[in-house]
């Protein structure tokens, strides 16, 4: 099993294992290593406080590896993924902890053909960083990162405005929050292009507010702006944008359920949805299951992480997938998540049907759903704990067809995520509570 790699990269607190000096330099000497000879890497970062000196440990770990290293800076991870690709990168590394707070920070790695590492790439990378940590922390005080090439962004937003040839926003009145993020760096003058009265919130970042009460975390920030503005709809970004959710313009919450959706019937009406197929996650939503049948699309489900739902959209050759979250793939234009691409892409489908966000997706009737997230102090397997099992056995024998249990461990923090949805919100609430409580007792951080 991997020890570093979670779902979504390598992360932690910044300045403690396994975000500490000696271990990002070690990150550096074996990705180099297994990059072969003379690679070359691109190197991206969100907006938190320790990009820099993270960013500068893991450059000269790349280049001990025998790496040469350049940066497009602040900027989003699909950029990166889409530059590592388009412009023959090794790899694309982005230092971001995505939608976690800012103490947090994450090292993301891309290959070369601009999708992240199968698992067992990422075990072999693990094995060799174990064997380089030797390097002491002090001979990395006036290590440096790399120069930035202002170039790349220009050409993101190029490939970002081509997505969607002709596209005006001219008559609308936009909201988008940049999460005080990596969009911050993108966001303001891919809009500005298109039109329209756009206003940009959250996209003044500190090094300590991203995410904090702003962006896809807190859709509810966007959303009463929208209503504030009298606007036509919401955009809101994580901390490096490779989500994104919306709000329709009474000011209600759009999430990835609701436009993978959307962008189902959208690319069947057109003959662009690949066998009539949709790859969510365990996390969507029931009603979203029923809503694509109604459509004649069938959903399949992959773990949680964007990555396995990609992993599942080849093995499917489906052309959509996503999760609840915002991560919206679609196949063929990215390689990745991109929240930037899919809030254009929306935007297409809304001009495009003269009709408002909150119609396209009115009938999307959601089974009533909870998530508790509890914080825990290890991740021991919970069918090995027997007061859990008897718990879930429990809401599953009750619940029965009419809901769902999925509980499982977040890739990213250490949290155990407890999800029921049901047609009764009482029973949901209260085996959600029980299988919780039972996770604390046993568990609880």
Known sequence: ?????????????????????????????????????????LLGMDTRESRNWIAATLTAGLTAGGAS??????????????LTHSRGFSAGVVISASHNPWQDNGIKVFGSDGYKLPDATELAIEEE????????????????????????????????LAAVPGL?????RIVVDCANGAASSVAPQLFADLGGEVAITHASPTGRNINERCGALHPEA?????VRCNASLGITFDGDADRVLFADHRGRVVNGDAVLLLA??????????????????????????????????????????????????????????????GHIIFSGRSTTGDGLLTALLVLDMVHRSGKPLADLVADLKVF???????????????????????????????????????????GTEALARVMIEAESEPLMRHHAETIANAIRAELGA
């Open 1 to 41: 099993m991997k020890k570093l790699f979670g779902t979504d990269g390598i992360r932690g607190v910044a300045g403690q294992p396994p975000l500490d000096a000696a271990t990002i330099y070690a990150i550096g000497v074996a990705l180099a290593h297994h990059l072969g000879t003379a690679p070359r890497v």
């Open 69 to 82: 290293v350049e940066s497009a800076g602040i900027i989003t991870t699909p950029a990166i993924a889409f």
């Open 129 to 160: 960083i174990f064997r380089q940590m030797n390097v002491s922390p002090a001979a990395l005080e006036h290590a440096a990162p790399p120069a930035v090439n202002e170039a790349d962004r220009a050409s993101y937003i190029h490939f970002l």
């Open 168 to 172: 005006s926003l001219d008559g609308k």
């Open 222 to 226: 966007v959303a009463a702006e929208v």
């Open 264 to 325: 189902a019937r959208d690319l069947q009406a057109r003959g662009l949805l690949a066998n009539d197929t949709v790859v969510a996650t365990t996390m969507s939503n029931m009603g979203l299951e029923a809503a694509l049948k109604r459509s004649g699309i069938q959903m399949h489900r992959a773990n949680v992480g964007d990555k396995y739902v990609l992993e599942q959209m080849i093995a499917t050759g489906a052309a959509l997938g996503g999760e609840q979250s």
């Open 368 to 410: 009533p759903q909870v998530i508790v997230n509890v914080k825990v102090r290890e991740k021991k397997p919970l069918d090995t704990i027997p007061t859990v099992v008897a718990a879930i056995a429990a809401a599953e024998k009750e619940l029965a067809d009419s809901g769902r249990v999925v509980i499982r461990y977040s």
